[in-house]
């Protein structure tokens, strides 16, 4: 079992966090990961991505061009990414904000109303969690607790105390996610 | 609000008080909202235009936040290696004593791995301008200790402060090239009010007419924020820059040349 | 005691080497390898294991920093990007003619000039051709893993230390930024004052009465001996090609095409062997470990027994030069390269290994 997953969207997101509590909840089940960040000035208010690998076997390349799930946060990504879909893959993205949608047939494609749904519950900061909550009930790989478990590990001690509105937002992302357009 | 404030029939010849200097080429600055960068080169270009010498002006730039000030100032420019500015510009005086030269360099960049550059570019007395913008952080690779960093103050290389014992402490670079007697004028100023920034352009005019009475190095150092680097809102950055950076970087001249009638 | 962590390599190296027994860090910040000096600033590794930090206010003083502590026989290093690295070309040269060991780790970033902070091998010749004046050579190490950045900053002091050379961690910004899951070893306890005096009776940690005077120097006017210095270098350099070889061969031994690959390439390469193979291309892939020394002898072979050899570089052909000097005409030679911190994608690294060779 491999996955390729490619998260995008603005920095500040909270996009490569969330990619790092992905890995973690990785390698709490035993799988091989890898993290790989786009790096640099890009950071400040501009766009920002992370490519994560899970995978039952040793990972050959951290750099990849063609994706199993595509997670899209914002116009910029979308244009750049959804095109890297594998045929058959995934693509999750949050509408806000997007003026073009995703046109490929070829694909399964969800959204989640991530940001709506994280101002409604008052924490704008926890955005990245109902995204990552979404993912994990599209693609099970890994289970929750590992998740939760990944999160204390890659949160700073000092953050400990948000972990419960993070498991929240979460679960929450499990709930609010729809498919758009589903392969039979 | 609904309404809009802003009246667009406003916008007439006669109406005109202040407007951007075309010695600023047209191009979005890429520092962040707020940061002291962008005045000061906004200074620096009116100056250059109000003396009428932007044909006669070579300005070095350095590596830090303003690696690109060659993409926004409208004159003719070198970017220099990490800390060489002075190195260049003593270069381009001495091939072309009756241009003006200028360096534009950040602390890490003149007070760190430049030390030597400019400390013998001062003691040479080449007669160029050296601008010098302290903001007390490396701000272009993410906020690491510069020489001129507070004591107590925290950065990626600092986190917990930094310790004068095992830091050193922080280097009054202006003070110290003062005492050179290659230097003419020596001065700090501030961009971050409309007073500090009239006083700072005034000092920035009078480093580039000495250049015309080759006496040496004019050196204007201006106390700068960034907002990025020490993680505070612009406004808040300001307030601190206030109360934390000018006690230990007092404003205003340190050497003034003789005047001549 | 081993852990088991999530760390990118930069993070790793330093790690490592507050654990393995590492003296002395000297830095000057640069991208993409800051995080180096920052990891090991926020972990103290002063109070950890005693291990001195700090930031220098240049390369050139960081450098001349690594000199003078390896010369007290202290494990100490320095790491930096292609920029600060040519800055220290001089003090390695020096710190090769004083036969000095230390560590250099450089996080290659595209050049020339300032370039770019994206991830390039454009250091290969500087690196292990000398770099800096003179006759000399480093040990190259290039790690292809989180785990190999770990893993090569004990190995890389060892090496230093058996040879009295310095030794250069060769990787990249991808590498560097990247996370992956590393197994950090136990920690052991830095050299005690005797275990220097021991390890390197050498070394300038002060004159008893029953030594003479010990110097750290690489001059040497009288050209006869200055000759005699520099045979003993190429002798030691020897003997690291007749041991110090490293290589990893994966999927080799039914290869009729073959990747050579170092670094994050030889990473991309072992996906476009998973490619190639699905399409029944036989490819394997041979990723030079240590730089220098090079893998000659593994080359010539491989080299008699593939239709073709493809180098995979993030630079404009530099390794390809060593392949086919070692290759002797056996088999083509060709070369790939994608610069300024652009990577290779794995399927268009299979897409020029079938253009060149097999005609697609
Ligand atoms: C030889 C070399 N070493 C390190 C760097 C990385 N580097 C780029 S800018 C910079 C410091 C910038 O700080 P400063 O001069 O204070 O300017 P600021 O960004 O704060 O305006 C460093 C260390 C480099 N480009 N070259
Ligand atoms: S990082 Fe700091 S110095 Fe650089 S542009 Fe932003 S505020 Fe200005």
Redesign the interface.
Known sequence: MTEEIIIAGFGGQGVLSMG?IL??SG?MQDM??????S???EMRGGTANVTVILSSER????????YDTAIILNQQSMDKFESMVKPGGTLLYDPNGITRHPERKDINIYKVEASMEASNMGLTKIFNMIVLGSFIKIKPIVQIENVIKGLK??LPERYHHMIPDNEDAIRKGMEVSVPVQLLS | MAETIFDPNIIKDQNLVYKRTDHMKEKALSYCPGCGHGTAHRILMEVIEEMGIQEKTIGVSP?GCS?LAYDFMNVDMQ?A???RAPALATAIKRLMPDKFVFTYQGD?DLA??G?AETIHACNRGEHITIIFINNGI?GM??G??A?TTLPGMRS?????GRDEA??GHPLRMTELVATLPGTCFVTRQAVHTPGNVRKAKRALRTAFELQTRKIGVSFVEIVSNCNSGWKMTPVKANTWMEENMFPYYPLGDIKVPEKID | MKE?R?MKGNEAIAEAAIRCGCDAYFG?????Q?EI??YL??E?PHERTGMVV??A????ASINMVYAGAGCGRKVMTSSSS?GVSLMQEGLSYCAGAELPCLLVNVVRGGP??GT??PSQADYFQSTKGGGHGDYRLIVLAPSSVQEMCDFVGLGFDLAFKYRNPALILTD??IG?????VMLPASVNRWTEEEIKQQTPWATTGKPADRPANVITSLELDSAKQEKVNQKLQAKYAEMEKNEVRFERIQCDDAEYLFVAFG?SA????????LARAKGIKVGLLRPITLFPFPKDEIEKLAGQVKGMLSVEMNAGQMVEDIRLNAKGKCPVEHYGRFGGI?P???EVLKVLEQKFIGG
Do not use: F
Request: hydrophobic share 35%; net charge negative; with cysteine.
């Open positions: 790092k890995a973690y390698v091989e990961v890898s993290w790989m960040p790096y640099g000035p990972i050959s390349s951290p750099i990849i061009n063609q590990k890659s | 590596v690696v970017g290696a990490h800390g890490g760190a791995i030390t490396y690779t993410g690491q200790m020489p990626s290389t600092s986190p917990y095992t830091m | 088991l999530l000057y910040p640069i991208t993409p800051s000096l920052e600033m926020v103290k700090l930031q206010e240049s390369e050139v920029p000039g300032l902070i994206q910004g991808a930024q990247m996370m992956e899951k994050t990473r991309i390469c072992q996906k476009s062997i998973d990577m994608s794995p399927d």
